[in-house]
C-alpha cells in the first residue's frame, strides 16, 4: 500500500486521480521533511541561487530558440539514466534539463517547466495543491503528448521514478503507449512493490538484483537484466588492505523519504552516530585517524562543524583518487563497493543494525545483509576476520553470479522497436 506522510494521507481526498497522489507524494515530503543543512541542497548560498536563477533563464532562452536542432522530426529516445545504451538512436536529455545542448523541444514544454519551477520554489503544500498548479500539471501533459505526435519518440529512460519529472513524464508517457525504463542507477538500500515499478519496464544490472525486485512483489517479466558498462566481470586476484589509510564512507541520511510504502526519515544525527560507531570499532584495532568520503548530496561543513574531534578528515578528493590512494575502505550500505572492488581494494561492511533495522531505520537487504558475495562486519572479531582475509571477506564468485545477465541489448532495441 503505498502511503504519505500523515497530513497528505489526511487530505488525499482532494485528490480524485491517483495518479495526482503518487506523483506529489515525493514533491510534498520534500516540503515538509528536507531542511536540514546536512544536505547541500538546502544551503542558502550563493551558488545554489546561482543555480536556480540559471536553471530558470536557461529554459527561458530555450523556450525562444526552441527546436533550433532538429528541423525535421527524427527517431528520438528520452534520457537522463546513468548509463547509455547503444540503440543506435539519437538520445536527448528531457525537457527540464537546464542545458542548452538537444534543445529538441517546443517553447510552450520550457515556458510550463518554468511555471511550474517557479510554484514547487514556494515549497508549499497550499501551492502544490492548488487548482493553478493541477492545471499545470495538465498543460505539461498536453506538451508531452503533442511532441510525441509531432515527433518519433521511440522511448524513455530514467534513473528513477520518485523524483517530481520523471514520475510525471512516466506517467504521461505509458499512458499514450510509449515504452518507458527505470534504468538502475545504483544499487538500492530497499525493495518494494512501487518504486522503480512505475515504468513499463525496470533495468537492472544482474539476476541478483532482479531476484530481490521479484521477492517484493515486482512482475518478473518487466525485469532486463543487462549488462552494466563498469559493474560487471569482476576479476581480481587481490585487494589491498592494510590500516595504512583507510577511507571511511559517511552514511548519508535522505533528505526525503525515499520509499513509498513505508515512511520513513531519521534525523541528521544517525550520520554523526554512525561515524562514532567506525571510530569506536578502527580505535579498538589501533587506528588513529581516517579520511572521509561524503556522498555528493551531502555539505561538507556540517560534518566540520559537528564531528568534535580531528579523527576523520574530509576528503575533497574525487571519488577515483579518494579510491587509489586507500589501502582499506570501510563504509555502509552503498554502491560504492563495486568501485572499491574495481580499484583492488577491500571494503569491510560495516552497517550496524538494532532491533533488526539499520541506524536510519531500514532493514538490511542484499548483498547488504552479508549474505551474499560480501560480509557484514558486527564486530571487532569480524572487522579482523575480514580485514586480514580479504578474498574471503569479498567472494569473487558469489559476486559474478549475482551481476549474470541474461538479457542483450537487442532486447532493448525489439523492445522500442529502434
Known amino acids: 500500500m503505498q502511503k504519505g506522510n500523515h497530513y497528505l494521507n489526511s487530505i488525499s481526498t482532494e485528490l480524485v486521480e491517483q495518479e495526482l497522489f503518487d506523483i506529489f507524494l515525493y514533491e510534498s515530503n520534500g516540503i515538509l ?228 510504502d513505508f515512511l520513513n526519515l531519521p534525523n541528521r544525527s544517525v550520520s554523526l552516530t554512525y561515524l562514532e560507531k567506525v571510530k569506536s570499532i578502527l580505535g579498538k584495532v589501533g587506528v588513529k585517524k581516517a579520511n572521509l568520503r561524503l556522498h555528493p548530496s551531502e555539505n561538507a561543513d556540517f560534518y566540520r562543524r559537528n564531528l568534535i574531534d580531528d579523527f576523520f578528515t574530509v576528503s575533497e578528493d574525487s571519488k577515483e583518487d579518494c579510491l587509489k590512494s586507500a589501502s582499506l575502505v570501510v563504509g555502509p550500505t552503498s554502491t560504492m563497493v563495486l568501485d572499491a572492488i574495481l580499484a583492488n581494494v577491500n571494503y569491510i561492511l560495516f552497517d550496524p543494525v538494532e532491533n533488526d533495522l539499520t541506524l536510519d531505520g531500514l532493514k538490511l537487504v542484499s548483498p547488504f545483509d552479508g549474505k551474499s558475495f560480501i560480509k557484514l562486519t558486527v564486530t571487532e572479531a569480524d572487522f579482523v576476520a575480514n580485514f586480514t582475509h580479504p578474498l574471503e571477506n569479498i567472494n569473487k564468485d558469489l559476486l559474478n553470479d549475482y551481476f549474470e545477465t541474461t538479457s542483450e541489448d537487442q532486447v532493448l532495441i525489439n523492445l522500442i522497436g529502434a
Open 33 to 260: 521533511y528536507n531542511y536540514g543543512d546536512h544536505q547541500k541542497g538546502n544551503v542558502h548560498s550563493r551558488f545554489n541561487l546561482l543555480k536556480s536563477l540559471a536553471t530558470r533563464w536557461i529554459l527561458k532562452i530555450k523556450s525562444v530558440v526552441s527546436g533550433t536542432l532538429m528541423k525535421e522530426p527524427t527517431d528520438l529516445i528520452i534520457s537522463n539514466a546513468y548509463v547509455t545504451v547503444p540503440l543506435g538512436t539519437r538520445i536527448v536529455a528531457p525537457p527540464w534539463s537546464a542545458s542548452f545542448r538537444n534543445n529538441v523541444y517546443p517553447g510552450n514544454v520550457y515556458k510550463t517547466i518554468n511555471a511550474i519551477n517557479k510554484v514547487r520554489n514556494e515549497r508549499s503544500l497550499r501551492a502544490i495543491y492548488s487548482k493553478e498548479f493541477h492545471n499545470l500539471i495538465k498543460a505539461y501533459k498536453r506538451c508531452i503528448e503533442e511532441f510525441v505526435k509531432k515527433n518519433k519518440l521511440k522511448a524513455a529512460f530514467f534513473p528513477n521514478d520518485l523524483s517530481f519529472y520523471e514520475n510525471l513524464t512516466i506517467h504521461t508517457l505509458n499512458r499514450i503507449g510509449i515504452p518507458t525504463f527505470v534504468y538502475l542507477h545504483g544499487l538500492p538500500a530497499r525493495y518494494n512493490r512501487i518504486d522503480d515499478n512505475r515504468a513499463k519496464y525496470l533495468v537492472v544490472w544482474g539476476e541478483g538484483i532482479k531476484k530481490n525486485y521479484v521477492d517484493a512483489g515486482v512482475d518478473p517479466d518487466k525485469i532486463l537484466t543487462l549488462k552494466h558498462p563498469v559493474y560487471h566481470n569482476f576479476q581480481f586476484t587481490s585487494l589491498r588492505s592494510s590500516l595504512d589509510n583507510i577511507l571511511v564512507l559517511t552514511k548519508a541520511i535522505n533528505g526525503t523519504p525515499s520509499s513509498s
